[in-house]
């Protein structure tokens, strides 16, 4: 049972198994306290472990997806770093702090089943890193996205500078955390960092959620596999790649899932969403 929530709220469709997650700090355009990074871990391991679960929408809720790190929780690092013991102590505290907020980003690649990222107004900071850990993201035209850390004081430590690049292609990626500058929406597809964009908030949840549908309704097995195996690829080579898919392969391959729709296949059905899986 996922446990009282402060920061998010996280609904969750019977009819299509689309769990959808809102940022909830709309009066600070969702800045990310260092609760809100606790509640993105329990809440994302929680779907993780959600059998009726088969995909995910990540929003803002008012006219921001996330504004990045909320300042005053940035600043309650440093001061408890600094109350602490010597400077080596406090340094290793200090770098235990950032491996925690990593993994709270890190929970979303983790999850096992796709995670669609939908932003709107600003995306900014803290809020790259983690629409960098989805697997897909989309925009309205007028979002305003910016790797914003080197202009605050310090590098992006939270997963951008680790997945960026392998979005956009290493050059662009160098070009965004250097120069700060901000970009829109309609940049970000040009990009390839997001799937399509929308013309308002209203019509981008109601797309992304249309498209997370049409995932869901795909085989569990083969959706969840399809994920784990991209995420082994990105940092694997093609050999090991395919020897690993391989494994996978040969475990689920002769599955219920692959019978059902080979069978709606043969009788016509063609369309994947006329097969009913059933969950993991």
Not at 124 to 145: E, F, K, W
Not at 162 to 186: D, K, N, P, Q, Y
Request: charged content about 20%.
């Amino acid at each position: 049972m996922l446990a009282k929530l402060e920061t998010l709220k996280v609904s969750l469709s019977p009819t299509t198994g689309v769990a959808t997650v809102m940022l909830s700090l709309p009066a600070s355009a969702n800045a990310l306290t260092l609760r809100a990074f606790e509640e993105l871990a329990q809440t994302f391991a929680w779907l993780d472990r959600h059998p009726d679960v088969r995909a995910v929408v990540l929003g803002g809720e008012g006219s921001n997806f996330c504004a990045g790190i909320n300042l005053s929780s940035l600043s309650s690092l440093f001061a408890a770093g600094d109350s602490q013991g010597c400077e080596g102590r406090r340094n290793l505290r200090l770098h235990g702090d950032i491996r925690r907020l990593q993994d709270a980003v890190s929970s979303l690649e983790r999850c096992r089943v796709p995670v669609l990222a939908a932003v709107h107004g600003a995306c900014l900071g803290g809020a790259v890193d983690l629409i960098c850990a989805a697997d897909v993201r989309y925009a309205t035209t007028s979002a305003l996205l910016g790797v914003i850390e080197a202009d605050l004081g310090f590098a992006a430590d939270l997963g951008t500078l680790a997945r960026l690049h392998r979005l956009v292609g290493e050059g662009r990626a160098r070009e965004l955390a250097l120069t700060c500058r901000r970009f829109s929406g309609s940049e970000a597809l040009s990009y390839g960092l997001v799937s399509a964009c929308y013309d308002s908030a209203e019509a981008l949840m109601e797309g992304v959620q249309a498209i997370a549908a049409q995932i869901a309704s795909k085989s569990p097995l083969a959706l969840t596999g399809t994920k784990a195996e991209l995420l082994y690829a990105r940092d694997a080579s093609v050999q090991a790649a395919l020897d690993h898919v391989a494994w996978r392969n040969s475990a689920t391959l002769l599955s219920e899932d692959l019978r059902k729709s080979l069978d709606a296949r043969a009788a016509g059905k063609m369309k994947g969403a006329a097969v009913v899986f059933s969950r993991l």
